[in-house]
């Protein structure tokens, strides 16, 4: 089997590639364009394996997207391939509709050429897997139901609303071409190569530097935090078994407030790196709540019913645990995050 994973050099594609060939020993062609979150060096473990091919390339490219196809044969598409930060996404959205939207259309398309030659039972065989967010449902309040696969898509950025198109587009040519697509949508990820912007690496970094922490409005925003190795689990059983045409929630059943995050971190601090920067007393101390993002979201929180009575998944990492070893992944490997800072 080869499987080809575009965005394979972002913090879950990367997690993805390193469990497909370590832990699966299947064939993984990495297709990434190496924007400023792309970080080869997150694939250091299999970048020498026999298994693995990387090509540059940005998927809006659909000629050598057409090579790609042509030369390596895959018998599936795992599509992580995206601009995923709202607050770029507010500065900037013009990238966001270039890459998840135009780019999600490329390659499908090209993914349809290449599909509609297969011989028969090839044809049968390969997947379409779109990798997607809690966050094309928008916001939920307190009391609100939790997303399900039925949700009614509402997003509330220009990052969530060009997911929400790529998921259409999928949806839509699975439906009109008859490519056996599966959609998953995840809820936040964190763990070992997250890019320094995100939440977790960002309160980690700032406190083992000194720095002002600072959480959006008053914190109290709520998310539900899934360990990246259960979710590339998740995926790959999905990929294994997952019914074409449906799609999936991924959750971790880890809901905690950002500033319940930020305490928990520090926490982890104060046991783990004793030794604190110049003028800090505690950890904690450096947290400071700033003026909230437009349109910030309260809550995200989404049931993995069907995933777990299908197909028998559920998240395994406890979050203070996998926190924990998070927390000292960062602190042993500033020689990956220094260069990105």
């Not at 990387?54 to 044969?73: N, P, Y």
């Not at 008859?178 to 960002?202: R, V, W």
């Not at 998310?223 to 990929?239: E, G, M, N, T, Y």
Request: glycine residues 6%.
């Amino acid at each position: 089997m080869k499987v080809l994973v575009t965005g394979g050099a972002g913090f879950i594609g990367s997690a993805v590639i390193r469990y497909l060939i370590k832990e699966k020993r299947i064939n993984v062609v990495n297709i990434d364009c190496l924007t400023y979150s792309g970080n080869l060096l997150s694939l250091d473990e299999v970048n020498r394996d026999d298994l693995y091919s990387f090509r540059k390339i940005d998927i809006s490219d659909s000629e050598k997207l057409r090579l790609v196809f042509d030369e390596e044969q895959p018998n599936a598409v795992i599509n992580l391939a995206a601009e995923s930060s709202v607050d770029r996404s507010i500065e900037s959205p013009s990238k966001f509709i270039e890459t998840n939207i135009v780019g999600t259309y490329t390659l499908l398309e090209e993914t349809r050429y290449y599909w509609e030659k297969l011989e028969s039972t090839k044809k049968k065989e390969f997947r379409f897997h779109q990798i997607s967010t809690d966050e094309v449902f928008g916001s939920l309040r307190s009391k609100d139901k939790v997303f399900d696969e039925e949700s009614r898509y509402n997003p509330s950025s220009p990052y969530s609303a060009s997911k929400a198109s790529s998921d259409h587009l999928v949806r839509a040519w699975g439906h009109t071409y008859g490519l056996p697509i599966i959609i998953s949508h995840c809820s936040n990820n964190y763990g070992c190569y997250q890019f320094p912007e995100k939440l977790i690496p960002s309160i980690i970094i700032k406190a083992i530097r000194g720095e002002q922490i600072s959480i959006y409005g008053d914190g109290n925003q709520i998310r539900d935090w899934l360990h990246v190795s259960d979710h590339v689990k998740a995926l790959i059983l999905l990929l294994e078994k997952g019914r074409v045409g449906e799609s999936y929630m991924i959750g971790g059943n880890n809901q905690m407030t950002n500033n319940n995050v930020a305490e928990l971190i520090c926490e982890i601090l104060e046991q783990l790196r004793s030794k604190k920067p110049n003028g800090v007393n505690q950890y904690s101390d450096l947290i400071q709540c700033v003026e909230d993002r437009p349109g910030h979201d309260f809550r995200y929180e989404v049931d993995i019913k069907k995933i777990r009575n299908e197909l028998g998944w559920q998240p395994q990492q406890e979050f203070e645990s996998g926190l924990r070893k998070t927390v000292d992944w960062y602190i042993s490997n500033n020689w990956w995050w220094e260069r990105l800072i």
